[in-house]
C-alpha cells in the first residue's frame, strides 16, 4: 500500500491499460508524429489529473498505462484524452485550418484494469515492438 494515493475521503489504486487505434487503422503514427502525439497525450494526462505511467505508440496504434483518479469515469478520461488529443493533432501536427468534425482516432476503446500485477502490463507495453515483428 505504499503507493496508493488518497483524496479526501479515499484512498485508491487504480490503473487502467488502455489501447486506442487510429481512424481506419491507418499507419499513421511514426517518426517525428510519434514524439509529438506522445508529448501532447502527456499534457493532457496532466491537465486532467491522471498520471500516465507507462505509454507506447505502434504505427496504428497506441497503449497507455494510466492512473485514473475514482472520480474521473474512465469513459470520461478517455472521452477527453481522445477528443482533445485528435484536435491538437489536427491543429499541430496535420495542419488542418476546420475547427469541427476533426477524428484521428477510431470510435471506441480497449480498457482492462491493471490489479496489482502492474509490471507485468509495463513489460508488456514495452514489448510492443518485439512481439509485432515475429
Known sequence: MNDWKSLSHVR???KFHLVFISKYRQRKIYGEVRDKIGGIIRDLCQQKGVELLEGHAMPDHI???LSI???F???NTVGFIKGKSAIRIHREILGTKRMTGLSFWATGYCVSTVGLDEA???KYIKEQD???KE
Do not use: F, G, Q, T
Open 12 to 14: 485508491w489504486d487504480c
Open 63 to 65: 497503449h497507455l498505462l
Open 69 to 71: 483518479p475514482p472520480k
Open 73 to 75: 469515469s474512465v469513459a
Open 120 to 122: 507485468r502490463i509495463k
Open 130 to 132: 518485439k512481439s509485432a
